[in-house]
Nanobody, 124 residues
Framework: VQLQASGGGLVQAGGSLRLSCAAS????????MAWFRQAPGKGREFVAA???????MYADSVRDRFTISRDNAKRTLYLQMNSLKPEDTAVYYC???????????????????WGQGTQVTVSS
């Protein structure tokens, strides 16, 4: 399984970015797919997840601003980020697992596959 994240960049506060994560190697239709982020000096933080194709979960800090979606035909996970804030600055990682239960979705340790990360910088 390989994951390739892209779409990061520099944006002003209030702006938008769309991250993509292209997956290869297995059928992902039943996988849990998620985004995490890591700011300098901090641990990896859950952002959003998509599981069972239509179920989504968000961190409170991004709810109503970020939207996670997936296209199983294209094997791609997306994260639409609107109303960006400086505190959203981080390296964003996509992650996939095929055996997670819902209660474990927010925990990075349970994911087996990770992308390389894409930097998002929000200026004030």
């Amino acid at each position: 399984v390989q994951l390739q994240a892209s779409g990061g960049g520099l944006v002003q506060a209030g702006g938008s970015l769309r991250l993509s994560c292209a997956a290869s190697g297995r059928t992902f239709s039943n996988a849990v797919m998620a985004w995490f982020r890591q700011a300098p000096g901090k641990g990896r933080e859950f952002v959003a997840a998509n599981f069972r194709n239509t179920n989504t979960m968000y961190a409170d800090s991004v709810r109503d601003r970020f939207t996670i979606s997936r296209d199983n035909a294209k094997r791609t996970l997306y994260l639409q980020m609107n109303s960006l804030k400086p505190e959203d600055t981080a390296v964003y990682y996509c992650a996939v697992d095929f055996n997670l239960i819902q209660s474990s979705v927010r925990t990075s340790d349970y994911y087996d596959y990770w992308g390389q990360g894409t930097q998002v910088t929000v200026s004030s």
